[in-house]
């Protein structure tokens, strides 16, 4: 009976979803909650907190900020994405997107990078009159594809708290 047991348990492991952890962005007075595998390289950074998958494949953040501060975090972010050597190709495309119920806008990239063309995603996400997340995706296709279940998962995970 034991092995059994033993033997039932191991198998819920296998199919369990990956562990991951859950952040409060920010720390202090929170906007929003998101969990991340434990697989991605997460870092905090300026507004929020930074990923990288497996590989470095793929570049993910959330960051909150009041309505005031857009203009800023996209500029950290357009310098960080020139930090980066990703060269945009003309002028964002923006589409109306909803995010587990929340209803932003997507402003997509087409750019290029040290390894060839790649995607660049900024989604403003407001989540009251005074607070908006700020979510980066960065990736080729190819990458994005290798890595789109657990994005998928990710942006599941997003609950604003306000």
């Known amino acids: 009976m034991r092995k059994l047991t033993a033997l039932a348990v191991a198998f819920a492991l296998l199919a369990a979803p990956a562990l991951a952890k859950n952040y409060a962005v920010p720390e202090k007075n929170p906007a929003a909650t998101i969990s991340i595998p434990d697989s991605w390289e997460t870092d905090e950074i300026e507004f929020g907190y930074g990923a990288f998958s497996p590989g470095k494949d793929v ?3 959330i ?10 975090m996209k500029k950290a972010n357009l310098d960080w994405m020139a930090s980066n050597n990703i060269k945009l190709n003309g002028e964002p495309k923006t589409t109306e997107k909803s995010f587990n ?3 932003g806008s997507v402003l997509s990239f087409d750019a290029k990078d040290d390894n060839g063309p790649t995607n660049v995603q900024f989604a403003i996400l407001p989540i009251s009159n005074k607070r908006l997340i700020f979510l980066t995706m960065w990736a080729s296709d190819e990458e994005y594809k290798k890595h789109e ?3 998928d998962r990710i942006i599941a995970s ?5």
Do not use: M, N, Q
């Not at 009041?66 to 203009?71: C, Q, W």
């Not at 997003?158 to 306000?162: C, Q, V």
């Open 59 to 61: 570049y993910f953040s």
């Open 63 to 72: 960051e909150t900020a009041d309505a005031g501060s857009v203009e800023r």
């Open 101 to 103: 119920g929340i209803k």
């Open 149 to 151: 279940a657990a994005f």
């Open 158 to 162: 997003l609950k604003p708290i306000e």
